[in-house]
């Protein structure tokens, strides 16, 4: 043991001193520049635009999306953290599935001990009454408050 150790010892110096021979960047190696391209000088183009919202609101996107959540639920039931969820969840996953099922809806979600708020504002009674039974559908949400209103969405300030 007494002739291992040595050798052993001298082994990992070697490889540490040549894992060591690559020399660090410094501020010198950085670019001057912390400008990006063109791109973030000017706003993407319209069609790039409607191409990300049609996408957003495609079907594929919503089912992706309430499967993630089925997701994280089955998740929760296995870790067993199902029982008690913490409020930022339980207000993330409201919010995810209201974004999904209804895409035109400026909703603000609140949580408060598995009590959930709603406010704010949907294009029709339809996407009104649809908020309640997809809130519920989120594991841990005892109670759904709908404060929203039905109102056509503001246009986006320039």
Known sequence: MNKLTPFLLSGILLFGAAACTDGAKTS?????????TQSAASPPAAATVQKTQSDATSEIRQAQANSDIRAREQRNNITGGDAIRADGDLESEVRSK?????????LNVEAKDGVVTVAGTVPSQKDLAKIEPLAKEIKGVKMVNVTAKVAPAAPASP
Not at 28 to 36: K, Q
């Open 28 to 36: 010198a190696d950085a670019p001057n520049s912390t400008t990006t």
């Open 98 to 106: 209201l974004e999904v099922n209804i895409t035109k809806g400026q």
